[in-house]
């Protein structure tokens, strides 16, 4: 319980270290414990309901007391391991979201390149008759056109962004 108080602290402090890795051993161990025990419960309760004639009545109330706090414990782990999953999806979902800036920002960058590899595509042909090939001020006449198809390019992607 306390590990996992631990990494909820960090995570939701924004620290996501390796603690999808101790959630995935956490929640592991989790199910097979409660695997293994949530059946003893049930056996016990039957026991306590129909004891043998050979268990003393002291006995029976510890093992009574026992009973409840081992059906206790096993709340307990269902709910710890409720927890860990929700923890999971917040890390999942971070993680995600990450991904997605990445994935906006690796378009945003071909967006804005797209005007200038088209201009080199159409001018790395070598063909005759290249526009403003005679004139001293072609290259710069190119360069603002390339200029101006990049700031539009980047008005309509952050304006898209916006809604």
Known sequence: MTKVDAIEDSLLAGRLDSKRVNLGALRRVLV??????????????????????????????????ST????????????????????QDEVASQVNEQNSRSLFLLTVFTVLAL??????????????????AHSN?????IVGLVAAFT????????RRQRD
Not at 137 to 141: A, K, L, T
């Open 32 to 65: 097979r414990l409660q695997r293994v025990l949530a059946p003893e419960p049930a056996a016990l309760f039957r026991l306590l309901n129909r004891p043998p004639v050979w268990v003393a009545d002291s006995d029976l109330q510890e093992l009574r007391q």
């Open 68 to 87: 409840e706090e081992f059906s206790a414990v096993l709340n307990d782990v269902a709910a710890l391991l409720e927890r860990i999953k929700l923890l």
């Open 115 to 132: 005007p200038i590899n088209i201009i080199a595509g159409l001018f790395g042909m070598n063909v005759g008759g290249v526009p403003l």
């Open 137 to 141: 001020q072609g290259f710069w006449i």
């Open 151 to 158: 700031l539009a390019a980047l008005w309509i992607v952050f």
